[in-house]
Nanobody, 122 residues
Framework: QVQLVESGGGLVQAGGSLRLSCAAS????????MGWYQQAPGKQRELVAG???????NYADSVKGRFTISRSIAKNTVFLQMNSLKPEDTAVYYC????????????????WGQGTLVTVSS
């Protein structure tokens, strides 16, 4: 059973930065895609950033230019660098991995991390 373990969340002031990490218990190259979802209070889980096995990256419009997804295949880890954070970025961030979906569609995500809370104060 694959496990995804996130770290790096916390409390930060608006305009600040955080870096999230997601360590996988298996080689991340096995996945068709990995990425990050965010779930704000009372809202559905939404895809923030994804990276395919081939290295194709996509971002939600709300984070383009501020967030950067990257990976270390050697360390089986995916990162999310979050800059210029806004209060509306406050959410639980979940690492996700899919064997089936390069688009990382939520319904096709087989593996989820436990989530890490990011709180951005104004």
């Amino acid at each position: 059973q694959v496990q995804l373990v996130e770290s790096g969340g916390g409390l930060v002031q608006a305009g600040g930065s955080l870096r999230l990490s997601c360590a996988a218990s298996a080689t991340i190259f096995r996945f068709n895609a990995m990425g990050w979802y965010q779930q704000a209070p009372g809202k559905q889980r939404e895809l923030v950033a994804g990276i395919t096995r081939g290295g194709i990256i996509n971002y939600a419009d709300s984070v383009k230019g501020r967030f950067t997804i990257s990976r270390s295949i050697a360390k089986n880890t995916v990162f999310l660098q979050m800059n210029s954070l806004k209060p509306e970025d406050t959410a639980v961030y979940y690492c996700a991995a899919s064997d089936a979906s390069p688009e990382l569609a939520a319904s096709l995500v087989e593996y989820w991390g436990q989530g890490t809370l990011v709180t951005v104060s104004s």
